[in-house]
């Protein structure tokens, strides 16, 4: 309500706290993943290198399969919706708000850098006999910065949410996007928002061994974590909540700990459904072709891979697919506005789809694992 009644000054300084709050979190989240991933791997009694392929080569499949099937279900249902080009979308989404202050901190080290630290680290010492001093002293610490960082997202990070929140939710409302979102692209958007929802119920079904009884108990669990994606915009942000959710669907605090760290930022089933529905809904009304599957799928591994180098925080995923939709499906600089102001607007349903997205892998990779080992990672 207040996004309608307060000047622009008041919800840009609100916003620059939301957008300080953000830049903290990219600021210490290498350390957050490394911690995370690093105790998991060193407490690892064995096949920690398989179970971390399995993760990984999981995550590709998956995203490419989510890639396909928005393509597919694009195909079959949004020439119904009679598409036609709309000239004055950018027009309709530009925003008065802005970023009035930052912290500027300095560049140490990339999330992804520090994940493959954590996993290498993790792998070699975990490798070692269990009454190895190195082994011992490694696994200390690993529980320790953990138990701070833990301590840290408890006591400070939680907390302080509603403040982040609050800041977005008000732009968000300063600017109308929703009403915006839903005026100039409602169709696509319910349309979306059908496939996201099927599709991850889909793989809540199959992580529960088929049974209806425990996929909705999951996906009640998980809601939290689903609720607190909507209202950040950032699986990044989310990660304390998915983690604490996942753990009681998984109950096993080591692969939990190395699962959703490994997969937060790079495993985002919500942008891999909704940014192909907007690109062939975009490339529509512009006139220009949809590509073929055989032409789709050096798109789809080029978006999964660039991927690999996200961030879980608003906005973060589209801007590193940008040149892979430039260059395999033609997009026209205007196109690339659009798009990045739709995919803003419908952020929040997004983050919640990669949360529970999340949640689901997880039941489905510990479940994989099981199959080919009796024991629990």
């Known amino acids: ?60 499949i998956s995203n490419c399969v989510a890639l396909a099937a928005a393509y597919f279900f694009g195909q079959a249902f949004l020439p119904m919706l009679g598409l036609a080009h709309t000239p004055d979308f950018v027009t309709k989404f530009t925003s008065e708000v802005t970023s009035l202050f930052a912290f500027n901190f300095p560049f140490i080290i990339r999330t992804e850098i520090a994940m493959l630290v954590g996993i290498v680290g993790g792998v070699v010492i975990s490798m070692l006999n269990e009454e190895n001093r190195v082994k011992v002293v490694a696994q200390k610490i690993a529980i320790q910065l953990s138990d701070w960082i833990a301590l840290f997202l408890q006591k400070i990070f939680m907390p302080l949410l509603p403040l982040y929140v609050f800041g977005f939710c008000l732009k968000l409302s300063y600017d109308q996007a929703l009403i915006h979102l839903f005026q100039q692209f409602g169709k696509v958007f319910l349309l979306s928002m059908t496939l996201v929802v099927g599709y991850i119920y889909l793989l809540y079904f199959l992580g529960s061994g088929m049974s209806f009884k425990r996929t909705q108990h999951h996906l009640k669990t998980m809601a939290p974590a689903g609720l607190t994606g909507f209202s950040t915009m950032s699986s990044a942000a989310t990660m304390p909540v998915t983690i604490v959710c996942t753990e009681k669907t998984t109950k096993d605090r080591n692969f939990t700990d190395l699962i959703i760290p490994s997969t937060a930022n790079i495993h985002m089933l919500g942008d891999d459904l909704t940014i192909v529905m ?64 739709i995919y803003i607007l419908q952020d929040s349903f997004g983050a919640a789809a990669n949360v529970m997205g999340n949640g689901a892998f997880a039941l489905i990779i510990q479940r994989i694992s099981h199959y080919f080992s009796k024991k629990s990672f």
Do not use: H
């Open 278 to 341: 907007i690109a062939m809904t975009l490339l529509s009304i512009f006139g220009l072709p949809w590509p073929g599957f055989i032409a789709f799928i050096p798109f789809a591994i080029a978006f999964s891979l660039a991927k690999l180098s996200c961030v879980g925080v608003p906005g973060g995923s589209v801007l590193v697919v940008l040149p892979v939709l430039q260059t395999y499906l033609g997009f026209t600089p205007e196109m690339i506005s659009i798009l990045t102001t």
């Open 1 to 60: 309500m207040l996004g309608y009644v307060l000047d622009v000054f008041y919800v840009s300084f609100f916003y620059s706290v939301s957008s300080c709050f953000i830049e903290f979190l990219v600021f210490t989240l290498p350390l957050m993943v490394f911690s995370f991933i690093f105790r998991a791997l060193v407490n690892s009694k064995r096949n920690s290198l398989l179970l971390l392929l399995l993760i990984f080569a999981g995550v590709t």
